[in-house]
C-alpha cells in the first residue's frame, strides 16, 4: 500500500526540504537572481545607500526645499537694504532772466530699529527654510527606506509564492497520476489541482504587490529610471532609542523646531510693527539759483510725516495675533509629536517581539508539524490532505512573518522622521556593491 503513494511521497520530501530554510535562524533575502518585472530598465538591483543618493540627488521635493532656503537669503539681503535716496530738480519761471532752478537730494533715514527688526524677522525666516530642508531629508529618509524595505519583502514574498507554487504542482503531479494509475479517486487529483489553483493566485498577488512596491520606492527616490529590483537583508532592523531617549530627541524634532522658530520669526514680526510707529525722517540738502539775483543759495529741509490718522494700531494687533497662533501650534505640535513618538515606539516593539516569536516557536512549529504530516503520509498513517494542511500552515506563518518584518522596517522609519535622524550627506553614504 505504501507504494501508491511514493511519487506524492516525493513531492512532499521535496516541500520538506525546500521549506526547512525558515525554521533556522536567519531569513532567505532577495538577491539579484530575482526576475525583473516587465518594463524594468535598471540591469542591477537596487541597494539602499544607492536609493538614498539617488534621492538625495533626484527628489524634487528636496530641491524645492533648497530653493526655499536660496529665496528666504536673497529675502535676507533685500532686509538689510538702506532706502534710496531721491534726487530732485525744480526749475520756477521759464523765462532766462527772472527763473529759479532748484536741485535737492533727499536721504530718508530709518527710525525706530525698523530696518534691525526687518533683519531679525528675515534671520529667522532663514532658520525656518534650513529647519524645513533638514525635515524634508528626514521624511526622505524614512520614506525612501520604508519603501526600499517594502519592496523588499514584496520581493521575498513572490520569491516565497514561486516556491509554494512549484511544491503545489509537483504535488498535483503526483496525485494525476496516481489517479491515472488508477490506485485513487479522482477526487485527490482535483483537490491537489485547487490548491495549486490557491498558489497560483497567491504568486499573481504577490507579483501585482511587488510591482505597485518597486513603483512607489522609485516615486518616493524622485528618479525617473525604472527599477528592476531590490538588494538587502530585510532583518537589517535599526536600534531604537529607550523611551527616556526618544522624549529627549524630541526637543530637537524637526516639526517641534520649526514650530518653535516661527514663535520667533512672529515675534520679530510684532518688533518690526510696534517699530513703524515711529515716523521716519526725512532729510533734504541742496542748490538754489536765482538768475535775477545772480546768486546761489543753499537749501536745507527736514520732512517728518505726523501719525495721526495711522498709528499703525491693527498692524501691532495681527502681528501680535499670529504670534500667539504660532505659539498654540508649538504646544500642539509637540502633543502630537509625544503621541505620535510613542505610537511609533509601541507599533515597532510589538512587531519586533512578534518577529522573535514567530522565529522562536511558531515556524519551528510549523516546521515540525509539517515533517511529522510528511513522514506520516510517508508510512501511509495520514493521508495527502494532512500534509497539504501542514504545507499550508506553514506558508502562512512565513508569510505573517514577512508581514511582521514590514511592520517592523515601517515603524522604525516613522520613529526617525518623527525624532529626526542624522543629516543625509550623500558623500558619507556607503557606495553600492557592484
Known amino acids: 500500500m505504501r507504494s501508491l503513494y511514493a511519487p506524492v511521497a516525493l513531492a512532499i520530501v521535496a ?17 539579484p537572481a530575482m526576475p525583473a518585472p516587465v518594463g524594468a530598465t535598471t540591469s542591477q538591483p537596487l541597494t539602499l545607500p544607492l536609493a538614498l543618493q539617488r534621492a538625495l540627488e533626484a527628489n524634487p521635493e528636496l530641491s524645492g526645499a533648497r530653493n526655499q532656503l536660496g529665496a528666504a537669503e536673497g529675502a535676507r539681503v533685500q532686509a538689510g537694504a538702506w532706502l534710496n535716496p531721491t534726487v530732485e530738480a525744480l526749475l520756477e519761471d521759464t523765462r532766462p532772466e527772472t527763473r529759479t532752478t532748484t536741485i535737492a537730494l533727499s536721504q530718508p533715514i530709518e527710525l525706530g530699529g525698523k530696518r534691525d527688526a526687518r533683519m531679525a524677522a528675515a534671520d529667522r525666516a532663514i532658520d525656518i527654510a534650513r529647519a524645513q530642508l533638514t525635515a524634508r531629508q528626514y521624511e526622505l529618509q524614512a520614506s525612501v527606506t520604508a519603501a526600499f ?28 497520476k496516481r489517479v491515472t494509475a488508477g490506485k485513487v479517486s479522482p477526487v485527490e487529483e482535483t483537490k491537489a489541482k485547487v490548491a495549486e489553483a490557491e498558489v497560483r493566485v497567491q504568486l499573481l498577488q504577490a507579483e501585482g504587490e511587488l510591482k505597485t512596491a518597486l513603483q512607489q520606492l522609485r516615486a518616493a527616490i524622485g528618479s525617473g529610471a525604472a527599477i528592476a529590483a531590490v538588494d538587502g537583508n530585510a532583518l537589517d532592523v535599526p536600534a531604537m532609542p529607550s523611551a527616556e531617549q526618544a522624549n529627549g530627541l524630541l526637543d530637537s524634532a524637526p516639526a517641534l523646531l520649526e514650530a518653535r522658530l516661527e514663535i520667533q520669526r512672529q515675534q520679530a514680526l510684532v518688533e518690526l510693527e510696534r517699530a513703524k510707529r515711529i515716523s521716519d525722517v526725512t532729510f533734504t540738502l541742496g542748490a538754489k539759483r536765482d538768475a535775477e539775483l545772480a ?18 494700531r491693527g498692524n501691532i494687533q495681527e502681528a501680535y495675533k499670529r504670534r500667539d497662533k504660532a505659539e ?23 512587531s519586533v517581539e512578534e518577529v522573535a516569536a514567530l522565529k522562536r516557536e511558531i515556524l519551528p512549529g510549523a516546521q515540525s508539524a509539517f515533517d511529522a504530516a510528511t513522514k506520516g503520509y510517508e508510512l501511509g498513517k495520514f493521508s495527502y490532505l494532512d500534509a497539504l494542511d501542514a504545507q499550508r500552515t506553514l506558508l502562512q506563518a512565513r508569510a505573517q512573518y514577512l508581514r511582521a518584518l514590514a511592520e517592523t522596517h515601517r515603524s522604525a522609519s516613522d520613529l526617525n522622521r518623527l525624532i529626526g535622524t542624522p543629516g543625509i550627506d550623500a558623500a558619507a553614504l556607503p557606495k553600492a556593491r557592484p
Open 15 to 31: 516541500l520538506a526540504a525546500s521549506t526547512c530554510v525558515l525554521a533556522q535562524s536567519s531569513f532567505p533575502t532577495a538577491g
Open 149 to 176: 524595505f517594502a519592496a523588499l519583502i514584496a520581493q521575498d514574498r513572490v520569491s516565497l509564492a514561486r516556491a509554494s507554487l512549484d511544491l503545489a504542482r509537483r504535488g498535483s503531479d503526483a496525485a494525476g
Open 295 to 312: 546768486r546761489n543759495q543753499a537749501v536745507v529741509g527736514v520732512s517728518i510725516p505726523l501719525p495721526v490718522f495711522d498709528a499703525n
Open 328 to 350: 498654540d501650534l508649538a504646544r500642539a505640535t509637540e502633543v502630537r509629536l509625544l503621541a505620535e513618538v510613542a505610537g511609533a515606539r509601541q507599533r515597532f516593539e510589538t
